[in-house]
């Protein structure tokens, strides 16, 4: 037991690390990203610097209508400049958005393969049940202190299953609908008791522990999944 304890622990910690180390790897190759393509983003004074330069080599420019068109362009380049800052902020948002976008992907990723391999043990190991008191007067069953009111026919149903989980035994549909009906196993349908048990099943409400409680043991019958040590019947 304290080696399975282990076991689990240094398979979470592994998880952890792996989880750390891909967030990482995904901010760290946007971050690579977004320097390269910042690097690579013309200047947003490129078009003014253009203008100056037109200015300076043409200082021969006298004309009231060239002077006009000078200012005109410096104007479009200043604007082009505020056009190009406000990109690149957009650019800088959607980064963000992106690395965000991915990290949630990952955790997400990581809780779905964690829930995964938790229902796996689970349907390995059966429920863990610490008490399992049938009271056959009230019709109720306490499965580790939760209540469940079943009908007349399931607590039948259960307290049959629980009396064979003691003796070690695996009762077949047939067994089942015999020891209910008072009748001989041999002159019962097997699909009777399996309709019982679909019925406990479904009084039973929640599909994975009504599953897990009552199992299908292939080409043998049915029996509780439980320590036999935990049933109490009164």
Known sequence: ?????????????????????????????LAVAAV?????????????????????????????AEIKLLEILAQSGTAFSDTF????????????????????????LVMLVQLNRRMGQIERKGIEVNSLLISRDQNTVYLNNFEF???AAATETLSILAEARMDDEV?????????????????????????????????????????????????RGYMLAIDKDVIRMV
């Open 1 to 29: 037991m304290q080696a399975n304890s282990i076991s689990a622990s240094e398979t979470r910690a592994t998880g952890n690390k792996v989880v750390v180390a891909g967030i990482a790897a995904i901010v760290l190759i």
């Open 149 to 151: 009111k079943l009908t």
């Open 36 to 64: 390269v393509l910042f690097a690579n983003l013309p200047d947003a004074n490129a078009f003014n610097a253009r203008v100056e330069q037109i200015f300076v080599e043409n200082d021969d420019l006298t004309n009231q």
């Open 85 to 108: 800052e406000s990109y690149r902020f957009v650019i800088y948002v959607l980064l963000i958005f992106a690395t965000a976008m991915l990290i949630a992907a990952v955790a997400f």
């Open 171 to 219: 009762l077949s549909g047939a067994e089942i609908e015999g020891m209910i009906s008072g009748r001989d196993a041999s002159d019962c349908d097997e699909a009777a008791g399996a309709t019982r048990i679909k019925r406990l099943r479904d009084t039973l409400g929640n599909q994975m522990v009504s599953e897990l409680l009552v199992k299908n043991i292939a080409r």
